[in-house]
């Protein structure tokens, strides 16, 4: 068992789906492996400039602080538990975690967050501090948020339907072109989880059952537009995807709506920009904030526009795997007021 003073840190990013994952296989919900397998294809980016950082000790009881405030240990008891179960462990885990944009409100913080835990974790809980290979960290992290099996890997990831594990596609070197413009519309967190909505459109929704069958073929698309660096066919399958999951929502029996009005003026404004030839494709996941496809050629026309209509928090390009920080010099967990630089094009470099 580790040492209770010893101290392991690890950063994960969000990781942004392009391709939706929306809905789960149904399993027994008792066993970790089956825990939150997908019933879609995912295709996704990693997000550089947004990131998730933990910073884990061994401790007599499991406890999670998030962004300086305690958290209800039963939403993480199934990840503590697949783990030291995988590594035949009883170490316990006090943790304390923070991101530098909003949680809870449509940014993914979920699947930077377990990604960074299962990493972090697993150093802890092995008996040579060498955290688990990545494959194994993606199934552990599934457990906690299906979204994060795919944060553990950098660059463009695909996560198949009723996968264990996501796999990398390519590296963020594949495209160092791309950005994504992050527009926050709201701090608030969401009304309903993503988990609970997502179960209520499984089995409340008459248009399920389709958005299952057309996935296949948006997913393989979306792969051969990545293939080669595509915007423009990857902005279309992008759209088609989130918009499609949405209509999945609306049929949801209370109906699910994450949008607020000017998550509406920004989908407008991307239709604006692409009629006049700017390349903006607008994606959302569930809750209001949108995020934005360009590249760095677009990218000041995409800024002054969106400005316009909501507040542009950060320009990400695709990021980074999942990293263990360095033993000797563990960084606080982020606060959630962390500063970004300006999201200007040098800043997004």
Known sequence: MSSLSSSYGATAHPSLALVKYWGKLPGDGGRPEEANLPATTSIAVTLNRLMSRVTVRAAEHDRVTLDGVEAKVERFTPFFDALRARLASSVRFAVESGNNFPTAAGLASSSSGFAALALACSACASPDRT?????????????????????????????????????????????????VVVLKISDASKEITSRDAMERTRLTSPYFAQWVEDNAALALEAERALAERDLERLGTVARHSYLRMFATMLGADPPVLYWLPASVAAIKRCERLRAAGIAAFETMDAGPQVKVLTTEHYLESVLAALAEVGEVFTVCSPGPDAALDPPSNLPPAASPTTPLDPPTKSASR
């Open 131 to 179: 955290p688990l290979p990545p494959t194994v960290l993606s199934e552990l992290a599934r457990v906690g948020s299906g979204s994060a099996a795919r944060a553990v890997f950098g660059g463009f990831t695909r996560w198949s339907r009723g996968a264990a594990a996501a796999e990398q596609l390519y590296p963020a070197a594949h495209w160092p072109e791309l950005r």
